[in-house]
């Protein structure tokens, strides 16, 4: 059956845990085929069976949000978003009102009545929607989250006519709450603006002047224009204008590109001199700007191992640990001689310290942020899956031809044979190959260095495959490769060189040859030395070349294993004895150029296109995309995927260790419930500022 998705807007929602239940109720609905919601960049992706009624899913949407997170809902994509539901200057005329009623209620005399009733007002206003949370989600069957952990808690508290602690307990929840939610929110303003690159709107060109419009409203072929600063709202082609353009957005190239006419512009770079009058070449529902946009958003979906085992780890954790809290507030009284109130106190506390909100607020934040941070650095991740994997890479397997060389071949060497001279030899083949368009052609004459004179060419042949026959001064001349030799029965004694040769002969005579080689990138070595120094030391070549070309380009390069002379479908079978040699949970990178290369890319377990800027094949095939030629991103990619590891599994060990700290301690009486409450909020938002880092650091080795 076919399906449609649907892009909401999110408003009012911020916490995380909430996110992950609206996630799991909408994908139960009936006639919703998938839904994924993005927290950080508050979107929900639902995608609905064709044959449904789209209006009465949403609502019904809404009101499966507004019974889960009350104030929580969706717009349609575009609308204005007002996220007015957790304004903080709502609540904090609420909470002054409360922090009055919770210090005069210190302030009188111990156990009166007045005091209790204001410990239960000041509670009751602090703990409201808490309240009203838990017993809304007891009544639906959702019984374990941290509203029934407080709620629990806190009434428990009253039980034990210990006021002041269980109105303390709603004060330092709530205010670390608002903090949280400050960090959580100042995380994903961060992340956002590392993705800032949508453009606006657009300067199209009518009869009467240019007029700006929405992006989406122009049309391939219509005419545009970008003033200084601007940023280029859709991809095209400069008809008129020479500028500088900075691609940074695109490529975290820090250098400006220039352009002129002719040239292709893309969209989310920013125009930076001269006035550019484009044509445009892609709506913008394809442009590069688009496409970039819609694959980091979405990123969020591919959930890492580590964060999916998390999300198993507190639905399953919450209920153990309220059994734990139950069985130590009734188990020791029966078999000691304490009170019981002793104990339950204790359960309470236990209680209140086993939210698991630090662990399933930062682990995503943690994965989402690095990503954002590859895309500044023109990495493209396409979801968390990748960025863990490529952190415990060992083994890296490249293309060659354009991927570590240029694809740009130049002469190496010019061997004549006795009678002819080096510069003779050049000069009957370039005459040859003056009239061809094939690559090798213009290296010939860009090493003869001068423009062949037509009146000295009588004729020009191309041989398919084998090279060009040409008369130059009257002579016969064959230039191309051994074959074409053979089919003239010219002998060509000479062993096979590393790289590619051009044979040569006149009326007859084998002149010599003029070997080429295709240029490495100008990063490739250090880049290369780079990943070894970062202890990728297992790198391997795939090539379609000749032995003796891919042997000396690994030499150069370091690369321990060479593959040569390998068709496309041989590249997937070596590759995938590669895979089957390494050990479980150790990943095998491919990186291509993402034209030709697109189903071994496809095939391994990370796959890395290079040079993807603007290259469709490049994008759908694969699984991180660097966005320019640059081989050096390689190491940058691997240092943040590492990074955020090292992120994600601090934020683990600093609550799970916090946690347990105190679970042992709440166990031996040695822990309030408002130490708790402080241990319980303080280390979620210690793990929220430190998933923080990876979006602000400057320098992702260290």
């Known amino acids: 059956m076919k399906t449609t998705r649907h892009e909401w807007t999110l408003t009012g929602l911020g916490c995380v845990s909430c996110a992950r239940k ?21 979107r929900f992706y639902v995608e609905i069976s064709d044959d449904q009624d789209v209006g ?6 809404k009101t499966i949000m507004s019974d889960i997170e009350p104030g929580a809902s969706i717009k ?75 709620t629990i808690a806190t009434m428990g508290a009253f039980i034990l006519r210990e006021y002041a602690e269980g109105a303390s307990v709603m004060l330092f929840y709530q205010i670390g709450e608002m903090f949280q939610d400050y960090a959580v929110d100042s995380s994903r303003r961060s992340i956002k603006k590392l993705l800032d690159i949508k453009p606006e709107f657009a300067n199209i060109i009518t009869e009467s002047g240019s007029v700006k419009v929405p992006p989406a409203n ?60 484009l044509e445009v070449t892609r709506s913008y529902e394809n442009s590069t700007v688009s496409r970039i946009l819609e694959l980091v958003q979405t990123a969020s979906g591919k959930k890492a191992v580590t964060e999916r085992f998390i999300t ?23 078999f000691t001689n304490t009170p019981f109130s002793q104990w339950a106190y204790r359960a309470l506390v236990f209680l209140v310290i086993s939210c ?49 060389t240029t694809g740009v071949f130049e002469v190496t060497g010019v061997t004549s044979r006795p009678g002819f001279a080096e510069q003779e030899l050049l000069h009957y083949a370039a005459c040859a190959e003056s009239y061809s368009t094939h690559p090798l052609a213009q290296s010939i004459l860009n090493r003869y260095g001068q423009t062949p004179d037509p009146a000295r060419i009588d004729s020009h042949t191309e041989i398919p495959g084998k090279g060009v ?69 297992d790198t391997v070549l795939l090539t379609g070349d000749i032995r003796e070309t891919a042997h000396e380009v690994a030499g150069r390069l370091g690369i321990g294993k060479v593959h040569s002379q390998l068709l496309p479908q041989d590249k997937v079978t070596v590759l995938e004895g590669i895979m089957e040699e390494k050990q479980e949970g150790k990943p095998v990178v491919f990186v291509g150029d993402g034209i030709n290369d697109a189903a071994v890319i496809s095939r391994a377990d990370i796959g890395i296109a290079m040079g993807g800027i603007g290259s469709d094949a490049a994008i759908e095939a694969a699984d ?65 500022l430190n998933a923080m880092r990876i979006i602000r650091a400057g320098n992702t080795r260290s």
């Not at 500028?243 to 989310?268: A, F, I, K, W």
């Not at 780890?313 to 507030?329: D, E, H, R, S």
Request: aromatic share 6%; net charge neutral; with cysteine.
């Open 356 to 404: 698991p909100c630090a662990l399933v607020i930062s682990i995503p934040l943690g994965f989402f942020g690095g990503i954002g941070a590859a895309s500044r650095k023109g990495i493209l991740v396409k979801g968390g899956n990748y960025l863990e994997a490529l952190a415990v890479v060992e083994t890296m397997v490249f293309d060659k031809t354009g991927t570590l």
């Open 218 to 277: 122009v049309r391939p072929g219509d005419r545009i224009m970008v003033f200084p600063g601007e940023r280029v709202p859709l991809d095209g082609r400069v008809l008129k204008g020479h500028s500088s353009v900075d691609t940074s957005p695109l490529t975290g190239e820090s250098l400006p590109r220039d352009v002129q006419e002719g040239d292709e512009v893309l969209s989310g770079s920013i125009n930076q001199s001269g006035v550019l009058t």
């Open 22 to 42: 609206i996630e799991t109720a909408v994908r139960k609905m009936e006639g919703v085929a998938s839904a994924h919601l993005d927290f950080v960049n508050s």
């Open 624 to 688: 991180i995309v660097i966005m320019n030629d640059e081989l050096k991103k390689l190491g940058d990619a691997v240092a943040i995927a590492r990074k955020t590891k090292r992120i994600v599994w601090q934020n683990i060990a600093l609550a799970l260790g916090v946690k347990l700290l105190f679970l042992t301690m709440a166990t031996g009486g040695l822990a309030t419930l408002w130490e708790a409450v402080f241990a319980d909020v303080g280390v979620a938002l210690i793990a929220v």
């Open 312 to 334: 198993r780890f507190a639905a399953k954790y919450t209920p153990i640990v309220v059994g734990l809290a139950a069985m130590l507030a009734i188990l020791p009284p029966l």
């Open 76 to 150: 349609d994509k575009g609308e204005p978003e007002n996220d007015e539901g957790r304004s903080l200057k709502k609540r904090i005329p609420i909470y002054i009102t409360g922090l009055l009623l919770f210090i005069a209620a210190i302030i009188l005399p111990e156990e009166s009545l007045v005091e209790t009733m204001f410990f239960i007002a000041a509670w009751f206003i602090f703990g409201g929607q808490v309240l009203l949370k838990s017993f809304r989600n007891i009544l639906k069957g959702r019984i374990f989250d941290e509203n029934f952990l407080m």
């Open 469 to 537: 026959r040409a008369r130059v001064d009257g002579k016969q001349v064959l230039c191309g490769n051994r074959r074409l030799m053979a089919d003239y029965n010219i002998d060509v004694d000479e062993g096979i060189a590393a790289g590619t040769s051009v044979y040569v002969a006149v009326d007859g005579v084998y002149a010599g040859r003029i070997d080429m080689g295709d240029t490495l990138k100008p990063d490739a070595v250090s880049a290369l030395k780079t990943l070894r120094d970062m202890g990728i030391n």
């Open 56 to 61: 009465g899913i949403k609502e019904r949407v």
